[in-house]
């Protein structure tokens, strides 16, 4: 009697210290997980038609034309974890970013897989013919043997006068290509995905018709579609056809493109800010979440499955622009934010400053 109370006392106080082995490890597994996802959750990624994973927040380029500025920048990108470059050949910037991806690809940093490339064909690209051609430079510049993504710059094609001469003009106007033919342009592209050259292709600065006529006759559809978005300007038009369309929106001034004032001014033409990092409401969530203006824009966008593509060249501003994951914006919030909106009075990109612009054929701009 007294030995099976015994073995019974042993058995239980091993049962005790097994469960409380088992709850220790449980304790570190949660804590391991925990922290794991914390990592993980520092980018979000959307799945493109083309089965490629973009990662939600990239970073812009246009304007960072500064070889030691841009290298450093690119430098803190990659160490605060951005992996999406957004480029084109009309930022002329792509051989300052292909000597630093060279140097985090070569040193076994970073492997090409773990990277999201954009680039664009330019306006003086845009005959079928070009368009390998193009590529082919964006390549050579930026060291790499593709790219993620290529898209079309903009629905209207330029007359090519040289490599370097990227907006024409004669006699105070664009020289526009009025027999931009946006169907054979398509068609070129969809060659370079077989060739191996990009993984996937789209377009950029497109309208809904437009968009609608390269998914009607496409062999391989637009993955993609970037154009100007913003609180100011949502595109809800446009938002709701790329879901119909299976086109993945990016955003382009996700924070209203501010740095284009001093570019207008140096060519002695006047830009009214649109002052969205300055607007009370955004500073009042700002302030509610205890993020920044520019946290709650890009988190706006980010959590309606947009892709965004903030320009910053300053190491603090552009982490702060990836550190959008930690927090989410109640639907409250959301519909605060949706209230903003400005309709079609709210797009600022018209390429308007380009006289004569509006007469192109396919000029996108005078409807969503
Ligand atoms: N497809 C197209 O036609 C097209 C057109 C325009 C742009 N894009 C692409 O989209 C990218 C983004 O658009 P964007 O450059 O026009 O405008 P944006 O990203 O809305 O704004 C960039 C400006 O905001 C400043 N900024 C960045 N982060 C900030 C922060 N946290 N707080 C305060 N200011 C901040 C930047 O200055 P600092 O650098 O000094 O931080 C820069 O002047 C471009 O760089 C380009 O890659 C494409």
Known sequence: MISRCFSHLVNHLTTTRLALLLAHLFLLYYLFKGNSEQTMSS??????????????????????TDEAELE?????????????????????????IGRVLERWLSSGKIQRNDLFITS???????TPERVEYFLKKSLADLKLDYVDLYLVHSPMGYQYVSDTELTPMKDGQLLLDNKTDLEAIWKALEVQVDAGLTKSIGVSNYNIAQLERMVKMARIPPANLQVELHAYFQQKPLQEACKRLNVKLCAYAPLGSPGRKAL????????????????????????????????????????????????????????QNLEIFDFQLSSEDMSTLQNLDK???????????FKGVTEHPEYPFNSY
């Open 43 to 64: 980018q979000k990624f959307i799945e493109l038609n083309s089965g490629q994973k973009m990662p939600a927040v990239g970073l812009g380029t246009w304007q960072a």
């Open 120 to 126: 664009k064909l330019p306006g003086i690209g845009m």
């Open 264 to 319: 207008f001014e140096k060519r002695g033409l006047k830009f009214e800010e649109l002052g969205l990092l300055q607007d009370p409401v955004v500073i009042e969530l700002a302030t509610k979440h205890n993020k920044t203006a520019s946290q709650i824009l890009l988190r706006f966008l980010v959590q309606q499955d947009v892709i965004v593509i903030p320009k910053s060249t300053n190491p603090s501003r552009l982490r």
């Open 343 to 353: 309709g079609l009075e709210g797009r600022s990109f018209t390429a308007k400053a």
């Open 72 to 96: 450093n920048a690119l430098e803190e990108a990659l160490k605060a974890g951005y992996r999406h470059i957004d480029t084109a050949y009309l930022y002329t910037n792509e051989a300052i």
